[in-house]
């Protein structure tokens, strides 16, 4: 066993272990070699020897406790049949879909074959993961210049429509995942990056139940759920956490820790290091990272980010965190 996988089902373990949300990307030298040969960032995310190749370099740099699928939150969408374009300089992605169309499951198929060459490769536990439904409705049915608007007014006068996707956007997202697990991932973590743009009854109707209907369907005995619900309240987080099935409850970097003690004490956690701080390093980097780990010294706890490594991070700073961390 691993002690990633042991502390998602709450184990005892003799260290913390460390994984860090964007570990495969912009940072590494050799993704940006890799990256250079793809004009068109969505052809990587469909060739299962690049997607296999990307997720390992952080793996076979930092000799990391878990890696992640090299993927996009958006490919439930494009298993929707959406056509989907990464545009360059932080504008997001732009996305073309015609919500009447069915999914086609086979569209992520470069995915699942990825997921089977990790396998055969490596033998470090493999993350798989979706954009959870809110947030994928929320890509394909707002652009870029309404998202960063970010407006409850724009969300209300789109109401009746968000919820009949959201019931679509579920079923294809489960659908997602059980293909992902028949791959053999070893732990599933739903990205909910949006949670934080709703009301409390638009949290629960369109991130608690859809995410309690994903993880009624995976057998967490088996494959752990992790649920990240960013920038939500510490009162809509905390009902997060206590969704039926969730094993672990990742916390964005603004997750005041004291308030850890009023989460769901049966589960684990995940996190919460804000990017900034592992970009600048330094004292101000050690004494955040003891803070954390100090918070859950008794309590299963994943060490990560509380959002993904910014582009620009040293990778001293990241050797820097897990000896820190692997030194406790």
Known sequence: M????????????????????????????????????YPNLMDMFLNSEEIAKVTLQPVDRYNLDAAIIFSDILMVPYTLQA????NEGGRGPVVD??????QKIERAEPVFNAIEKVKEKSTTPLIGFAGGPWTTVFYCLFN??????????????????????????????????????????DAFQLFESWAG????????KWCIEPTTKIFKEIDNTTIPTIGFPRAASVP????????NNISCISLDYNFPLDQVISLNQKISYQGNLHPEILYKGGTEQSQAVEKILNAFKSK???FNLGHGVLPETPIKHIEELIKQVRAE
């Open 197 to 204: 743009t709703l009301n409390e009854e638009q949290f629960d």
């Open 2 to 37: 691993s002690i990633f996988k042991d502390t998602l089902k709450q184990k005892q373990t003799t260290s913390t272990p460390l994984w860090l949300m964007r570990q495969a990307g912009r940072h590494l030298p050799e993704y940006r070699k890799l990256r250079s040969r």
């Open 236 to 243: 809509n987080q905390i009902k997060y956490s206590n969704i």
């Open 300 to 302: 299963p706890h994943v």
């Open 83 to 86: 056509s989907i374009v990464f």
């Open 144 to 185: 870029s210049e309404e998202r960063k608007k970010n407006t409850q007014t724009l969300i209300e006068r789109n109401e009746s429509k968000i919820d009949q996707l959201i019931e679509k956007f579920t079923d294809a997202t489960i659908n997602y995942a059980l293909s992902q697990i028949e791959s053999g991932i």
């Open 97 to 102: 879909i015609d919500f009447s169309k069915e």
